[in-house]
């Protein structure tokens, strides 16, 4: 069963950091792209990051850029988000998904969602 399970979200003041993991089971992250969305209230849901597996590049939205680095564990089967400098705008559901998109950011490209994890900045 294909499952993408994320965690390590919270609370953090501005200013903090937190490392968000995307563990999936039931398939390799080979060959695919992993990316970051994240939806905070009211708006809708945007890219944050992407990984690519067959080639190792990766992309980040401007707001995150220099903030946010995305990263694979191989051994673990896991994508890492590791986000610095935390803002009040980085206040989100994040979630990651798998898939061959076209775009790094089209939603419709990626096949698996995971059920996304909060991620809250205040102070």
């Known amino acids: 069963q294909v499952q993408l399970v994320e965690s390590g979200g919270g609370l953090v003041q501005p200013g903090g950091s937190l490392r968000l993991s995307c563990a999936a089971s039931?398939?390799?992250?080979?060959?695919?792209?992993i990316g970051w969305f994240r939806q905070a209230p009211g708006k809708e849901r945007e890219g944050v990051s992407c990984?690519?597996?067959?080639?190792?590049?990766?992309y980040y939205a401007d707001s995150v850029k220099g903030r946010f680095t995305i990263s694979r564990d191989n051994a673990k089967n896991t994508v890492n988000l590791q986000m610095n400098s935390l803002k009040l705008e980085d206040t989100a559901v994040y979630y990651c998904?798998?898939?061959?998109?076209?775009?790094?950011?089209?939603?419709?490209?990626?096949?698996?969602w995971g059920q996304g994890t909060q991620v809250t900045v205040s102070s």
């Open positions: 998904a798998v898939g061959v998109p076209s775009s790094w950011d089209y939603e419709r490209g990626y096949d698996y």
């Open positions: 039931g398939f390799t992250l080979d060959h695919y792209a």
């Open positions: 990984i690519s597996t067959s080639d190792g590049n990766t």
